[in-house]
């Protein structure tokens, strides 16, 4: 019975915003309220699995107007806390020991609460404060349980309107949906956290709260209790240039190197202790990046900063920012008005959050799902660039965020101000990095399938030689290029004995490349054929 008329609830309310919505568009009815508004209101008036289904919504830059972001980034979960009784016994519950033996103190009355968990003081019995924090009863299953109804209403409303289907509704649903289930278990946040810890242990300038080892479980979570002043505060900014620094460090750190970073850096979640240190706080939202995506992210980021826009449509689509078969002239068109409205001005104003959006939003209407760790990603640099711009307006970011690019990925794309070689230098060294591993992969399919490769067809000798003689020439046309690489890496950090001006390596290696590929034309020539 229950079931039916939540279902009912969910149903009237997200189709009467759509009959709002399609009046105020047709001009039939002068609201008194925005439509990101109106949406608010309707998400709030649904509870807390709708709240954080409009916040999961506010990461869709890709899709959503800014007005609609700004209006889901307010959403507030205004709930009221749970009983002291309650939250002991879930406790209990979850790590299997009363809460006199587990804590010396705990406070009764929550310090915060919010629609997923809340948060109590407490002090173990070695004398460590420390923070408590606990699920809400029953909220794992109330989020299925409202998901499931809201992907029944959306069903029926894409048989009804099929233009809705452009947006992909179901998947935007179940990716929110999915990572719902990843915030509501705090030992993913645990294993997050420690992670993070370990990786800037000793950090003279980052801190991040320890979690007491074994006081941890799906629904509870025990910290070591840490603040200080919050990122936003006037106060902190007679330090904000150091400070700015710190912070674009320790995210240059998580992105280039970890492959990990806090997703949701807002002012509520960075505090600035009293050492000076910035301390990281709640790793329920962590995105990750692949060491395929850091490099295309860093061909991303020296594309935008050259101004060259074809680079920059290659390495948009190598991220996923755009995707499938498209009009490589339009799109190519709007990356060079993305360029040109930041051509005029300083590097310091530049803001890659923005330019990203910009890019997504090219492919808005073409079905092009984005990543979700992109998402994570995008909104992870717009409040970073807010929190480093709160800190010293006149901080560069873009430079700093350009010299780690460099340093870390593409040392080979050095200095040079002729963007062609910078691209050039950087193509060069992601290839060298990658030419083994491609070759080594198609020895082993050589090896692997040898055998099976030698059947003997009668009448088909002429086109088993054509095709030997190809593949001789495509693996003498891989080495080739791989001694061209590497005689040009060599060439330029100037590596082993010289012979006058040319380092003696590179010269050999240029010398060999030209011999093969001085064979090579000659092949083709005389066989009159490519």
């Not at 020991?97 to 609460?113: C, R, V, W, Y």
């Not at 948060?119 to 998901?147: C, N, S, T, Y």
């Not at 294993?191 to 990786?199: C, D, P």
Request: with cysteine.
């Amino acid at each position: 019975m229950y079931g039916l008329r939540r279902l009912f609830q969910i149903g009237f309310a997200v189709c009467a915003y759509l009959l709002w919505w399609l009046l105020v568009h047709l001009h039939l009815w002068r609201p008194a309220v925005t439509p990101a508004q109106r949406l608010c209101h309707t998400v709030e008036r649904l509870g807390t699995t709708f709240v954080k289904l409009g916040q999961g919504l506010s990461l869709h830059r890709d899709l959503l107007p800014d007005e609609y972001i700004r209006a889901l980034q307010s959403l507030q979960d205004r709930v009221a806390p749970f009983p002291d009784a309650v939250a002991r016994r879930e406790v209990e519950q979850a790590l299997g020991k009363s809460i006199p033996e587990l804590f010396a103190e705990f406070e009764a009355h929550p310090m915060a609460a919010a629609s997923i968990a809340q948060v109590h003081q407490a002090r173990l019995h070695d004398g460590r404060r420390v923070v408590v924090k606990i699920r809400r009863p029953r909220i794992k299953a109330q989020i299925d349980r409202d998901m499931r109804l809201l992907r029944g209403v959306l069903r029926t409303l894409l048989a009804l309107l099929p233009w809705l289907r452009r947006y992909d509704p179901l998947a935007i649903v179940d990716e929110i949906w999915s990572n719902l289930r990843k915030e509501t278990d705090f030992r993913r946040e645990a294993r997050n956290t420690l992670r993070f810890a370990e990786a800037f242990q000793g950090s003279a300038t980052v801190h991040v709260p320890m979690v007491i080892d074994g006081l941890y479980a799906e629904s509870v979570l025990v910290q070591e209790l840490s603040g200080g002043q919050r990122v936003d505060d006037p106060a902190v900014r007679a330090h904000g240039a150091q400070l700015a620094q710190a912070l674009v460090e320790a995210y240059l750190q998580q992105i280039f190197v970890m492959g990990l970073f806090h997703g949701d850096p807002h002012p509520g979640n960075l505090f600035i202790m009293e050492s000076g240190r910035i301390c990281f706080h709640d790793f329920g939202i962590v995105g990750a990046l692949d060491s395929s995506t850091r490099r295309n992210l860093a061909a991303f980021l020296l594309a935008f900063v050259h101004q060259d826009s074809e680079w920059m449509l290659d390495a948009a689509l190598d991220l996923g920012l755009l995707a499938g078969a498209l009009d490589r002239a339009a799109f190519r068109q709007g990356m060079q008005e993305v360029i040109q409205d930041y051509a005029g001005l300083p590097l310091k104003d530049w803001s890659l959050a923005e330019a990203f959006v910009r890019v997504a939003r090219l492919g808005r209407g073409r079905n092009i799902r984005i990543p979700h760790n992109l998402l994570v990603l995008m909104r992870m640099l717009y409040l970073m660039e807010n929190a480093v711009r709160d800190l010293d307006p006149d901080f560069n970011l873009l430079q700093s965020l350009l010299g780690k690019a460099e340093e870390v990925l593409s040392p080979s794309a050095g200095a040079s101000v002729e963007t062609g070689l910078n691209r050039l230098r950087f193509e060069a060294a992601a290839g060298v990095g990658e030419l083994p591993a491609e070759l080594g992969a198609w020895i082993h399919r050589i090896r692997a399938q040898g055998l099976e490769m030698q059947v003997q067809h009668h009448g088909m000798e002429e086109l088993e030689q054509t095709i030997a003689r190809g593949s001789n020439r495509v693996a003498l046309a891989l080495v080739t290029l791989g001694l061209y690489i590497a005689a040009s890496l060599l060439m330029q950090h100037s590596i082993g004995p010289r012979l006058g001006e040319m380092p003696l390596l590179a010269a050999v290696g240029y010398a060999l490349a030209l011999w093969f590929t001085w064979r090579l034309a000659r092949g083709i020539s005389r066989s009159g054929k490519l």
